[in-house]
């Protein structure tokens, strides 16, 4: 059933505006220039795993540029830029759950979700308002994401990169400062960090120092230290072609979020849809430290001497519609998701149940000229 992950939704017209952007090849070419790598081949494609990935087959280099990625952006923008609207929220969960059990092989479940969907309307395809600040957004979260993903390319084997040692040194640093901050009269040092430990050692250190040691000896730790670092590269590729560092910071942090509740949906349905209140711990915890990953960037930035203080103005806009993700979970009706069973499946061919599905879960109306990026 993954097979549908590169369906191709040819129907739209917005969807086949996603080409072989000229301005994708330009922004991919200036990343690898100033990365010192080979240009890898661009395959665009539209998947419910909306995902840019670089990679090396063969010792070749590839991007999968994902359009559907840039349509959830866009989504979220308008959220953000439309008042924040709580049923348009919901309606963007109602989606994300929907395609995810799809790609999770649960039909049945994706069918209420994908269902709850398309009974719905974005307030904002209601009415016209000023989408500049979208398109801009979007242009700046694309080049961004682009950047993220090519540095990640830059630490194959045949490109030699290493992060360096003096940002590892400044992020055990900054976690164990965060870690430290935490501690309370009724909250000590261990307790804190049996919490926050928990993500990079199977163990609870008793200090800080020891603390340090399991973050260095982690591979937990360097996964998520890559993750941060390519966030600092894409956010220094981007601003190296955009004057405007301030807008810069506040729409990189609106992408980061977007894909941090994006995240915590996945790790809700980890053990799958029966579990989901009790998954919902996951991704608390996804949440922290992706949270973290925000901070480490705009501690980053404000040590390049770049202005954060708007980002951290408007930071509480975004984090409320990841934490509206806990409400939304809560309200779900146990009863009705624990009573379907296959009986509720119409008797048509699975692949046609998926194929309705999709197109219900992607039919909005978004503009073409949204995806014509500066």
């Known amino acids: 059933m993954n097979s549908i992950v590169a369906t191709k939704l040819s129907y739209r017209y917005c969807r086949k505006a996603v080409k072989p952007l000229e301005s994708i090849k330009i922004i991919v070419k200036e990343c690898c220039y100033a990365l010192n790598i080979n240009e890898p ?19 070749e280099p590839f991007f ?13 923008d308008c959220i953000l830029f ?55 957004y979007l242009s700046i979260q694309n080049y961004f994401l682009i950047g993220h993903e090519l540095t990640h390319l830059s630490f194959i084997k045949s490109f030699k990169r290493t992060i360096p040692p003096e940002y590892r040194k400044f992020v055990v640093a900054l976690l164990a400062g965060l870690t430290e901050k935490d501690v309370t009269p009724e909250k000590t040092i261990k307790d804190v960090l049996k919490d926050r ?20 000896e982690s591979q937990k730790f360097d996964h998520f230290l890559e993750e941060c670092y390519c966030d600092y590269m894409g956010f220094k590729l981007l601003i190296e072609h955009y004057e405007n560092a301030s807008k810069s910071v506040d729409a ?16 809700d349905l980890r053990d799958g849809i029966s579990c989901i209140k009790k998954a919902h711990r996951i991704a608390n915890r996804a949440l922290y430290f992706s949270l973290i990953r925000t901070e480490l960037l705009l501690c980053t930035i404000e040590i390049s001497n770049l202005d954060t203080s708007s980002a951290l103005e408007g930071i509480h806009n975004r984090i409320i519609i990841t934490d509206t993700l806990k409400e939304f ?46």
């Open 329 to 374: 979970i809560s309200c779900l009706p146990d009863e009705k998701l624990n009573e379907l069973s296959d009986d509720n499946l119409p008797s048509i061919p699975m692949k046609q149940i998926i194929d309705s599905m999709i197109k219900q879960l992607y039919y909005s109306s978004v503009s073409p000229e949204l995806y014509k990026f500066s």
């Open 197 to 216: 430990a928990e993500y990079f050692s199977d163990t609870t250190p008793e200090s800080i120092e020891e603390y340090i040691t399991v973050l260095n």
């Open 252 to 267: 990189i942090l609106s992408a980061l979020n977007c894909l941090l509740t994006l995240e915590c949906i996945r790790n």
């Open 41 to 59: 081949q661009i395959i665009f494609c539209e998947s419910l795993k909306k995902e840019f990935e670089a990679f090396s087959l063969r010792g």
């Open 82 to 136: 439309s008042n924040l609207d709580k049923a348009d929220i919901d309606k963007l969960f109602y989606k994300l759950y929907g395609e995810e059990l799809i790609l999770s092989d649960d039909v049945l479940h994706s069918m209420y979700f994908t269902g709850k969907y398309s009974s719905m309307e974005f307030s904002f395809e209601n009415y016209s308002f000023n989408n500049t600040n979208i398109l801009e």
């Open 64 to 76: 999968i540029y994902d359009g559907c990625l840039i349509e959830l952006l866009y989504l979220y």
